[in-house]
């Protein structure tokens, strides 16, 4: 049975890779292993060692810290409210974040702040 830190490592990897639109097959072309390879870190089946994930972390342009945001925080801090996984895999959810980094930041940020007053 997998850890469930390797899970949640590897659910980080895929949603990264989802959000930044690359396939399993670009990734692992990327860090030099086989697309069966990534489909083992996504689901915890294999543990990533760190200089892999290093070279993950490359790959899809973010630090390494970011696989393991919310890890020790599962039930959220006060008045933060998470996403089910249902909502975060729903290819409109990834299609809709992608849509928002493809706007210029200042543009971005306003509409951010928009949103932020409209959900209250």
């Not at 899809?60 to 945001?69: G, I, P, Y």
């Not at 890890?71 to 959220?76: F, M, S, T, V, Y």
């Not at 290819?91 to 702040?113: G, H, N, Y």
């Given at each position: ?53 290093w ?15 919310g ?6 801090t006060?008045g ?41």
């Open positions: 049975m997998p850890h469930p830190v390797d899970v949640h490592v590897g659910k980080r990897v895929r949603h990264r890779r989802w959000l930044v639109g690359k396939t399993q097959q670009e990734l692992a072309s990327e860090v030099g292993v086989k697309f069966q390879q990534i489909q083992k870190y996504e689901t915890g089946a294999n543990r990533v060692s760190a200089s892999r994930l070279e993950i972390a490359v790959a899809l342009d973010v630090d390494v810290t970011h696989f393991f945001e890890l020790n925080n599962a039930e959220g006060p933060e409210k998470h996403l089910s996984a249902d909502v975060v895999q729903a290819k409109e959810a990834v299609d809709l974040v992608r849509a928002f980094f493809s706007i210029p930041e200042e543009q971005r940020t306003q509409l951010s702040s928009l949103a932020k007053v409209l959900a209250v």
